[in-house]
T-cell receptor, first 117, second 112 residues
Framework: GAVVSQHPSRVICKSGTSVKIECRSLDFQATTMFWYRQFPKKSLMLMATSNEGSKATYEQGVEKDKFLINHASLTLSTLTVTSAHPEDSSFYIC?????????????FGPGTRLTVL | GNSVTQMEGPVTLSEEAFLTINCTYTATGYPSLFWYVQYPGEGLQLLLKATKADDKGSNKGFEATYRKETTSFHLEKGSVQVSDSAVYFCAHFKAAGNKLTFGGGTRVLVKP
């Protein structure tokens, strides 16, 4: 099946710094990728839809200047958490849809755990 | 609006017990329905899916039937194993907007 990777898997940073998280589709092209945030013992919350070659679409309540998304190529999307604060600590997950066989199926990355001190 | 509601956990079972996790949804039209599983320390994996009413999805001994009349997609497994310990997420997909909506997740712990 299709594979989506994320890097890094874990990151610890100081408050006020920025952190970049990469999401890659390894064996397929993804014109669209999704970024989710998962709080401890909670469900996934869709943050934004990343679109290759155009601006990301953010969900209501998500600050686009805080969470910068760049879909640089058909296999790479990045999420940058700018001026991170402890409340940004969370598990960030990306996904990409299967455009070939089952367009309603998404493949998820393993997630990135961000801890802001 | 669109939403997915699933039973809260944690659910603790003994090995070989029967597992049911209830899931109901609200949506207009006919969404595709999914169960995703998240094993400890790993990302979400698709467990099974159903795309229309009365479809039954199955995988790894798990089954779920798309019930339009009750707007439900309950997950069942007849005999669980310790390796089934994970968090299970019910979700639906609407083509308009191309978005998955997840339930709150149910943590399952299977004890030997």
């Amino acid at each position: 099946g299709a594979v989506v990777s994320q890097h890094p898997s874990r990151v610890i940073c100081k408050s006020g710094t920025s952190v970049k998280i990469e999401c890659r589709s390894l064996d397929f092209q993804a014109t669209t990728m999704f970024w989710y945030r998962q709080f401890p013992k909670k469900s996934l919350m869709l943050m934004a839809t990343s679109n290759e070659g155009s601006k990301a679409t953010y969900e209501q309540g998500v600050e686009k200047d805080k969470f910068l998304i760049n879909h640089a190529s058909l296999t790479l999307s990045t999420l940058t958490v700018t001026s991170a604060h402890p409340e940004d600590s969370s598990f960030y997950i990306c996904s990409a849809p299967d455009r070939v066989l089952f367009t309603d199926t998404q493949y998820f990355g393993p997630g990135t755990r961000l801890t802001v001190l | 609006g669109n939403s997915v509601t699933q039973m809260e956990g944690p659910v603790t079972l003994s090995e070989e017990a029967f597992l049911t996790i209830n899931c109901t949804y609200t949506a207009t039209g006919y969404p595709s329905l999914f169960w995703y599983v998240q094993y400890p320390g790993e990302g979400l994996q698709l467990l099974l899916k159903a795309t229309k009413a009365d479809d039954k999805g199955s995988n790894k001994g798990f089954e779920a039937t798309y019930r339009k009349e009750t707007t439900s997609f309950h997950l069942e497994k007849g005999s669980v194993q310790v390796s089934d310990s994970a968090v299970y997420f019910c979700a639906h997909f609407k083509a308009a907007g191309n978005k998955l909506t997840f339930g709150g997740g149910t943590r399952v712990l299977v004890k030997p």
